[in-house]
């Protein structure tokens, strides 16, 4: 498995399997038991030592929870990267996003085999042939709109505090024909989850972020967690990050999120990520039936599931969760199947690229 950015510069990037089962790699074990720290820590320092400013994680092995950190929080600083430092979650905000549809699901607001048109009559041109599911398992067919926001390096920095209507995202997307016919293929599209937000809007009278916030964030006691809407800065403290703009590394840590919208603008940490995924995968924020769909996945949708990844790794291991970039960020959540082990990373880039991080996989969960 690998993440693959969707467009040049940015952005919110997809879960891409490219033979998934595993990175080959001998998962270290420490002495008695458990996930060896140590390895951990030489596999930080490596992403450190390559694409990465810095990185935090939190691991949690069976009530044991600890953290480890390397590199720095900023270009030119000897200062680490905060614990518990605040960062942007990129993609992983989808799983907040189907959470929320599934709890409508469960209340009988919302139905996933219904054509989106019925909450959105006339947004999509193919409305009445893409249901809520295609939208939460990437089937629709829908033109990823990422590709279309930003031509070139020049254009995000005049860009980037732009606010964007999802309306405006989605018109990015249907100017283009779909993709394939819907349910007959998957393939990752940001404005899956934009048109997502719009449904919670129409049906429950308020925007996406203030459902995740009503519903997901309060109850989970997510305190560090937000959508932040329009604001550019990132509360303190946080760690700073980057892209390879102009052909240097360009501080990208203040933008306007908006751009991301329900596909990727939330924002977190460490703490937090890892209660909403332990709360979330073991049953607490679904009923029983709508914690089923998050996770079942299907020859067409193969690794996906509604908004969440089922990844069977080489030593024959399911892990569940998301993971996310955006604007120099990198975020991993990861948890075992009873999510007594869990695994959540921050990443803030040194100028661009993809971070490695299965090695973590395998250390933390085989």
Known sequence: MRVMRVMRG????????L?????????????????????????????????????????VDNGREWQARSGTARA???????????????????????????????????????PVSRHLPGVLPDGDRITVRD?????????????????SDEDL???????????????????????????????YSNTNFVVAGMVIRSVTGRSWRDEVTRRVLRPA??????????????????????????GTAYEITR????????????????????????????????????????????????????GAVVLTLGCGKKILGHNGSIFGWYTDMWVSEDAAKRLTLSVNMARGGTPVTTPLFDAVFC
């Open 10 to 17: 940015i952005v919110l990037v997809a879960v891409i399997a």
């Open 19 to 59: 033979g998934v089962g595993g990175t080959g790699a001998t998962a270290v074990a420490a002495p008695g038991g458990g996930v060896d720290r140590a390895e951990v820590q030489r596999i930080l320092d490596g992403l450190t030592g390559t694409t990465a400013q810095g990185a935090q994680v939190r691991i």
């Open 76 to 114: 030119g600083s000897p200062a680490p990267v905060p614990r518990d430092g605040v960062f942007r979650m990129g993609s992983v905000t989808k799983t907040f996003v189907a959470t929320v549809v599934l709890q409508l699901v469960g209340e009988g607001r919302v139905a996933l085999d219904a």
């Open 135 to 151: 939208l939460l398992q990437h089937t629709s067919g829908l033109y990823n709109y990422t590709f279309d926001v930003y031509t």
């Open 157 to 187: 920095i005049q860009k980037r505090f732009k606010h964007w209507e999802p309306a405006e995202l989605v018109a990015l997307s249907t100017r283009h024909p779909l993709v394939f016919e819907p349910g007959t293929r998957w393939e």
């Open 221 to 246: 006691g997510l305190a560090d967690t937000d959508a932040p809407g329009d604001r550019a800065a990132l509360p303190e403290p946080h760690a700073h990050a980057y892209e390879d703009l102009f």
């Open 255 to 306: 933008i306007n999120p908006s751009v991301a919208d329900a596909a990727g603008a939330m924002t977190t940490t460490t703490g937090d990520l890892d209660r909403f995924a332990r709360k979330l995968f073991s049953g607490h924020l679904l009923k029983p039936a709508q914690r089923a769909e998050l996770t079942r996945t299907t020859e067409v949708s193969g690794f996906y599931g509604l």
